[in-house]
Structure formats: structure tokens, C-alpha cells
């Protein structure tokens, strides 16, 4: 029974050290295998989550780069934008999306919920330093434990997919053109259906990953645009009460940023995809407006009855 015991322990140990051997091996290979390195024509990052993902066609913006992805807050976006301006001089500018749900509480789940974790934290650790992984794993301790080992197979695609499309950065983030099937009209039907009074609060993980985004961006030397795209007529009423702390939290902490609010803008119902999404036509009409009023401009107007 001892030697059985022994063995089992061994075994186990054997297991154990063996996985971590390759999931660190996988890491370092991302690390050096995976280059971040964009367009030299590209000066100008923009990133944010799938609203700006679906909303910025980067085909019509020639010098920018769309690097947003479905699902990440400031913590991941923070991680993106500080592995790309360590690599590219170029970029003089840095456009993140700053919208009313951004600043939401629920956004805080983001973080610590272990559907996100499962799925974003083996998409991104080999960007991690060892402050972003005690800040995850503080977050939910439990469920980062029980899917680091996911990192390893998710490095393993990584690497195989970024090597087979020469060299596209599009499983970290880009334009979403896939928005194209019409579900508007059972977004509004959903929207209806549950409406109710919601608890006004705010994300403290967003805002100090965005804090963090304003530090890393001005010691760059590097402008920042606060970008809130357009969302449906229909959200209009209730994000009222997000506007003034919307506002406030970028006047008081974020004050060399430049805000663009966009979120009241006109745009043709056939140009949404859902309340808070473009789809194609949408994002083709929005990036060719902000082309032709050249949005970089400090004179843009930003503000479309946001009060």
C-alpha cells in the first residue's frame, strides 16, 4: 500500500511538473514567436471592445489600426495597447472606446467572472507581467487556477493560426465585418421586455485600468481619444444617468485626453446590428464620416445631444 501511495505521488508530481513545464515552454514560444509589429502606415491604435470592434472599418481609416475584440475591458486592453506602442514608434495616437456601458458596474465582471476568464485569460497571458496576474487571480483565485492549464492548448492555436495567415494579429482583436444578419428588432424586443430601473454604479476595475491606460499612454508621449461610437435612439433615455460622471471621470483624472461622444449620433436603422453594435453598413457610414470631418481634430464635434 506504501509503495502504491509513493507511486500515485510520483505520478502525480511527475503530472504535475510536466504540465507546467509546458505551459511555461508554450508561453515563452508566444512571447518570441508571435511578433506585434503592424504596418509601418498605421499611426493611429484604435481598440475597445465590440462596439468598436463593429464600428471603426479600418479599410476606410487607412492609417489606423482596429485592434478591438468582443469582450475586453480595460484590463485587456490594457495589456494590447502597452505590447503594441513597446513595438511600434509610429503610432502617434491612441483611439480607446469610452462609452456609458464602459464605466458600468456589471463591467467589473469582466474581470473575476470565470465564463471571462476561461475565455480571455488563455487568449492573453503571455502578455501578462506578474502585477496582471496577481491582479487576476486576486480577482477569483479559484477559477485562475482552474483554467491556466487552458493556455497551453490556446498557445499551442495561437502560434499555429498566426503562422498559417501570415502572421495576422486577428485572434487578439481587428474590424468585425460579420455583423451583417439584422437583429435589431429583436434586440429592442429583449430591451422592452426587461426593462427596468437599474441601480446606478460604476466599475472600480474599469476605471483603474483606464487610469492605467492614461499613464502608460502619456509617458509615450502619445495623444488618447476617449471614443464613445454611436449607439440606438432607444438606449438614449437611460444612459442619462451615466452622463455627468461620464464626463467627470475624464475632466478630473483623464484631463489631457480628448473626448469624442458620438453616442447620439444619427445613424439609419439599417446601419445597427443590435442597440449597441453597427453592422457593415453602419460602420462603413460612421468611418467615412469620421474620414471626411477628420476626427483627429481637436475642433471635431463630439458631442451629439449628450446631455
Not at 477559477?143 to 498566426?162: A, C, D, S
Not at 427596468?196 to 472600480?204: A, D, G, L, N, T
Amino acid at each position: 500500500m506504501k509503495k502504491l501511495i509513493n507511486d500515485i505521488l510520483k505520478f502525480n508530481g511527475i503530472f504535475i511538473i510536466g504540465n507546467i513545464l509546458l505551459l511555461v515552454g508554450t508561453i515563452v514560444l508566444e512571447k518570441n514567436i508571435i511578433s506585434f509589429n503592424i504596418p509601418s502606415d498605421k499611426t493611429v491604435l484604435v481598440i475597445g471592445t465590440s462596439q468598436v470592434a463593429s464600428a471603426i472599418n479600418d479599410d476606410i481609416l487607412t492609417n489606423t489600426f482596429n485592434f478591438s475584440d468582443n469582450g475586453s475591458g480595460y484590463f485587456y486592453t490594457y495589456l494590447k495597447i502597452r505590447k503594441i506602442l513597446e513595438h511600434n514608434p509610429q503610432i502617434d495616437t491612441v483611439v480607446i472606446g469610452y462609452s456609458y456601458l464602459d464605466i458600468k458596474k456589471y463591467r467589473d465582471e469582466w474581470v473575476g467572472k470565470a465564463t471571462m476568464l476561461k475565455f480571455k485569460m488563455p487568449q492573453h497571458l503571455f502578455l501578462f507581467d506578474f502585477s496582471d496576474f496577481y491582479f487576476l487571480y486576486i480577482s477569483n483565485p479559484y477559477e485562475v487556477l482552474i483554467n491556466i492549464h487552458r493556455t497551453t492548448l490556446q498557445g499551442i492555436k495561437h502560434i499555429i493560426k498566426y503562422l498559417l495567415s501570415s502572421h495576422s494579429l486577428d485572434s487578439w482583436g481587428g474590424f468585425d465585418d460579420s455583423m451583417e444578419a439584422d437583429k435589431l428588432q429583436e434586440s429592442k424586443n429583449r430591451h422592452i421586455a426587461c426593462k427596468k430601473i437599474e441601480k446606478v454604479e460604476y466599475s472600480k476595475y474599469q476605471e483603474e485600468y483606464l487610469l492605467k491606460i492614461y499613464s502608460l499612454v502619456m509617458a509615450k508621449n502619445v495623444n488618447l481619444i476617449l471614443l464613445n461610437v454611436p449607439i440606438h435612439p432607444m438606449l438614449k433615455e437611460e444612459q442619462k444617468e451615466y452622463t455627468k460622471y461620464y464626463y467627470l471621470l475624464a475632466q478630473q483624472k483623464l484631463s489631457k485626453a480628448t473626448i469624442i461622444n458620438h453616442a447620439n449620433m444619427d445613424i439609419p436603422e439599417y446601419g445597427f446590428f443590435d442597440l449597441v453594435h453597427l453592422n457593415y453598413e453602419g460602420a462603413k457610414l460612421y468611418s467615412e464620416y469620421l474620414k471626411e470631418h477628420n476626427f483627429l481634430s481637436e475642433s471635431h464635434p463630439s458631442d451629439y445631444n449628450s446631455d
